[in-house]
């Protein structure tokens, strides 16, 4: 079955950096969008980014543009954010989601087939 599994979560003080992965299995990893979304307590699931089926398009919430990147290895079948600049506000449980899809990209989670079960990021200061 499809697996999606987040790691690189973690505290980091305000104004540093933190890397998430995200790694798929059981399905053709190249022929889905991948995305980010995050969740903080009391709050609406939120999209943060999500990416084409080659690397090539990608797409951003207005929250996180120009301090987020989204990128992904299809050998490994991986996608990472790489988050800098980040802020308390930033505070949230990280979900990855497939979307079967080249490069349909949406900020929908209703849109997404599969969803990890998320790691917890937390910024302090």
């Known amino acids: 079955q499809v697996q999606l599994v987040e790691s690189g979560g973690g505290l980091v003080q305000a104004g540093g950096s933190l890397r998430l992965s995200c790694a798929a299995s059981g399905l053709t990893f190249s022929s889905y969008v991948m995305g980010w979304f995050r969740q903080a307590p009391g709050k609406e699931r939120e999209f943060v980014a999500a990416?084409?089926?080659?690397?090539?398009?990608?797409y951003y919430g207005d929250s996180v543009k120009d301090r987020f990147t989204i990128s992904r290895d299809n050998a490994k079948n991986t996608v990472y954010l790489q988050m800098t600049g980040l802020k308390h506000e930033d505070t949230a449980v990280y979900y990855c989601?497939?979307?079967?899809?080249?490069?349909?990209?949406?900020?929908?989670?209703?849109?997404?087939?599969?969803w990890g079960q998320g790691t917890q990021a937390t910024v302090s200061g």
């Open positions: 989601a497939a979307r079967e899809a080249l490069n349909a990209l949406t900020s929908r989670p209703t849109e997404y087939d599969y």
């Open positions: 990416i084409g089926w080659n690397g090539r398009n990608t």
